[in-house]
DNA sequence: CTAACGTGCAACCATATGGTTGTACGTAAC
DNA sequence: GTTACGTACAACCATATGGTTGCACGTTAG
């Protein structure tokens, strides 16, 4: 049985989303892509690498939901997936209610001391 | 001269932010010190793996500014940092204004056609 | 003082990653 | 129909990553 966290992904989903936030030329394709879609050709020509280099990273943000890519004729249509940030936002967010639940557990302590 | 963000990270630093949080064991390893801080063998005892590499797990996360670590005799104290998580929330939010700034401009056509 | 503990670090290994070039193939344009 | 375009994919290469073991060294306990 594949382990889910509480947002529905399993561990290796979010291992592919952060791998794939972890590279500037990725982020900048899912900037981009989230603006105005594009096609994979078009993607490639913004950067100083080969048309293949760049089809590599669209494969890994694929991977990790992070984009779309629809056929369109001869090309490969790409599209930023907006839900898959908003996954990666809800772990971070998990994070933070850690921390909190921490902070609480110092507060009880004081609280305590108080008495 | 290092290209930094809105954050005020540089692309290396945040690179290095998601590349550190794209393991299930430094995910493990920050939720841990965020709730409660504990030294590097005890969270060594916590996995399957050798000393050595939790150890260059915890550096990950240093170098990432997800965790500090801290000399306490012979112990080193690793404290997970509640502010590199907000950072990355900063980028992420970042993502999802460029999405709603998309559907904006797309509302705008919507409402020159109506027009 | 000596033994045990906690850590840091180097060397090593297998595999993953990020790039390249070259080839093949469907689609569009002429 | 032929040519050019957009894509996919394989082979290859250098380097990074994630793990191991072994050793050195400061700190604590007996």
Chains 1, 2 share one sequence.
Not at 44 to 73: C, I, R, W
Request: glycine fraction near 8%.
């Amino acid at each position: 049985m594949v382990v889910r966290n509480a947002i529905g992904l399993s561990d290796d989903e979010v291992n592919r989303i952060f791998r794939a936030l972890a590279d500037s030329t990725r982020r900048d394709i899912v900037r981009r892509t989230l603006g105005r879609e594009a096609s994979v050709s078009e993607l490639a020509g913004a950067y100083d690498m080969s048309f293949a280099a760049v089809q590599k990273h669209v494969a890994v943000l694929e991977g990790a939901g992070l984009v779309t890519k629809h056929p369109n004729g001869r090309e490969r249509i790409v599209r930023g997936n907006p839900d898959a940030i908003g996954r990666a936002q809800g772990l971070l967010d998990r994070y933070e209610q850690i921390w909190r639940s921490r902070i609480d557990r110092l507060d009880d302590l004081l609280a305590e001391t108080d008495e």
